[in-house]
Nanobody, 129 residues
Framework: QVQLVESGGGLVQAGGSLSLSCAVSGLAFDSYVMGWFRQAPGKVREFVAAISGSGGRQISADSVKGRFTASRDNAKNTVYLQMNSLKSEDTAVYYC??????????????????????WGQGTRVTVSS
Protein backbone atom coordinates (compact mmCIF):
# COMPACT_ATOMS: atom_id res chain seq x y z
CA GLN A 1 0.00 0.00 0.00
CA VAL A 2 1.41 3.34 -1.06
CA GLN A 3 1.21 6.13 1.47
CA LEU A 4 2.29 9.76 1.27
CA VAL A 5 2.04 11.76 4.47
CA GLU A 6 2.72 15.50 4.48
CA SER A 7 3.63 17.51 7.54
CA GLY A 8 4.99 20.90 8.45
CA GLY A 9 2.14 23.19 7.49
CA GLY A 10 0.93 25.96 9.74
CA LEU A 11 0.48 29.67 10.20
CA VAL A 12 3.33 32.01 9.32
CA GLN A 13 3.70 35.73 8.79
CA ALA A 14 4.42 37.14 5.37
CA GLY A 15 8.13 37.10 4.73
CA GLY A 16 8.63 34.06 6.89
CA SER A 17 9.62 30.49 6.08
CA LEU A 18 8.21 27.02 6.42
CA SER A 19 9.51 23.59 5.53
CA LEU A 20 7.12 20.88 4.44
CA SER A 21 7.93 17.18 4.52
CA CYS A 22 6.35 14.24 2.78
CA ALA A 23 7.13 10.74 3.99
CA VAL A 24 6.54 8.04 1.41
CA SER A 25 6.11 4.32 1.84
CA GLY A 26 5.11 1.42 -0.36
CA LEU A 27 6.96 2.27 -3.55
CA ALA A 28 10.50 2.38 -4.91
CA PHE A 29 10.93 5.97 -3.85
CA ASP A 30 14.14 6.83 -5.67
CA SER A 31 12.69 5.69 -8.99
CA TYR A 32 10.02 8.35 -9.15
CA VAL A 33 9.71 12.03 -9.72
CA MET A 34 8.04 13.68 -6.75
CA GLY A 35 5.93 16.77 -7.10
CA TRP A 36 4.42 19.44 -4.92
CA PHE A 37 1.10 21.03 -5.75
CA ARG A 38 -1.16 23.43 -3.93
CA GLN A 39 -4.79 24.42 -3.91
CA ALA A 40 -5.98 27.74 -2.58
CA PRO A 41 -9.60 28.26 -1.53
CA GLY A 42 -11.84 28.55 -4.55
CA LYS A 43 -9.02 27.85 -6.99
CA VAL A 44 -7.85 24.90 -9.00
CA ARG A 45 -4.89 22.87 -7.89
CA GLU A 46 -1.64 24.20 -9.29
CA PHE A 47 1.88 22.95 -9.75
CA VAL A 48 4.54 24.20 -7.35
CA ALA A 49 7.70 22.14 -7.85
CA ALA A 50 9.00 18.72 -8.81
CA ILE A 51 12.25 16.89 -8.23
CA SER A 52 13.92 14.04 -10.05
CA GLY A 53 14.35 10.60 -8.53
CA SER A 54 18.00 11.22 -7.74
CA GLY A 55 17.31 14.71 -6.44
CA GLY A 56 19.75 16.21 -8.88
CA ARG A 57 17.25 18.19 -10.89
CA GLN A 58 14.17 20.16 -10.03
CA ILE A 59 11.67 22.43 -11.68
CA SER A 60 9.35 24.99 -10.16
CA ALA A 61 6.50 27.29 -11.06
CA ASP A 62 7.36 30.87 -11.94
CA SER A 63 5.28 32.07 -8.99
CA VAL A 64 7.62 30.39 -6.51
CA LYS A 65 10.93 30.41 -8.36
CA GLY A 66 13.71 31.73 -6.20
CA ARG A 67 11.63 31.31 -3.04
CA PHE A 68 10.72 27.61 -2.87
CA THR A 69 13.12 24.69 -3.16
CA ALA A 70 12.30 21.02 -3.41
CA SER A 71 14.72 18.42 -2.08
CA ARG A 72 14.65 14.78 -1.13
CA ASP A 73 16.41 12.27 1.06
CA ASN A 74 16.12 8.90 -0.61
CA ALA A 75 17.55 7.14 2.42
CA LYS A 76 14.57 8.41 4.40
CA ASN A 77 11.99 8.13 1.60
CA THR A 78 11.13 11.75 2.21
CA VAL A 79 10.71 14.77 -0.02
CA TYR A 80 10.81 18.33 1.25
CA LEU A 81 9.62 21.76 0.19
CA GLN A 82 11.49 24.67 1.70
CA MET A 83 9.41 27.82 1.39
CA ASN A 84 11.02 31.20 1.99
CA SER A 85 9.81 34.77 1.63
CA LEU A 86 6.25 33.60 1.94
CA LYS A 87 3.46 35.77 0.64
CA SER A 88 -0.24 35.83 1.43
CA GLU A 89 -0.93 34.37 -2.01
CA ASP A 90 0.99 31.24 -0.99
CA THR A 91 -1.86 30.37 1.37
CA ALA A 92 -3.15 26.97 0.27
CA VAL A 93 -3.31 23.29 1.04
CA TYR A 94 -0.06 21.75 -0.16
CA TYR A 95 0.08 18.23 -1.55
CA CYS A 96 2.94 15.97 -2.42
CA UNK A 97 2.52 13.44 -5.19
CA UNK A 98 4.42 10.63 -6.86
CA UNK A 99 4.62 10.33 -10.62
CA UNK A 100 4.93 6.73 -11.80
CA UNK A 101 5.10 7.50 -15.51
CA UNK A 102 8.00 9.26 -17.18
CA UNK A 103 11.04 8.89 -14.94
CA UNK A 104 13.07 11.67 -16.53
CA UNK A 105 12.04 14.99 -15.02
CA UNK A 106 10.30 16.90 -17.80
CA UNK A 107 8.66 20.26 -17.19
CA UNK A 108 5.77 19.87 -19.62
CA UNK A 109 4.93 16.43 -18.19
CA UNK A 110 5.59 16.78 -14.50
CA UNK A 111 3.92 20.15 -14.09
CA UNK A 112 0.58 18.47 -14.81
CA UNK A 113 -1.25 16.94 -11.86
CA UNK A 114 -2.71 14.32 -14.19
CA UNK A 115 0.71 12.68 -14.41
CA UNK A 116 0.82 11.84 -10.71
CA UNK A 117 -0.65 8.61 -9.48
CA UNK A 118 -0.28 8.82 -5.72
CA TRP A 119 -1.18 11.76 -3.52
CA GLY A 120 -0.89 12.74 0.10
CA GLN A 121 -3.74 14.13 2.15
CA GLY A 122 -2.36 17.66 2.12
CA THR A 123 -1.07 20.07 4.72
CA ARG A 124 -2.45 23.56 5.17
CA VAL A 125 -0.23 26.62 4.92
CA THR A 126 -1.62 29.99 5.95
CA VAL A 127 0.40 33.14 5.40
CA SER A 128 -0.82 36.19 7.26
CA SER A 129 -0.08 39.65 5.90
Amino acid sequence: QVQLVESGGGLVQAGGSLSLSCAVSGLAFDSYVMGWFRQAPGKVREFVAAISGSGGRQISADSVKGRFTASRDNAKNTVYLQMNSLKSEDTAVYYCAASTGLQYLTASYHSSDGQYRYWGQGTRVTVSS
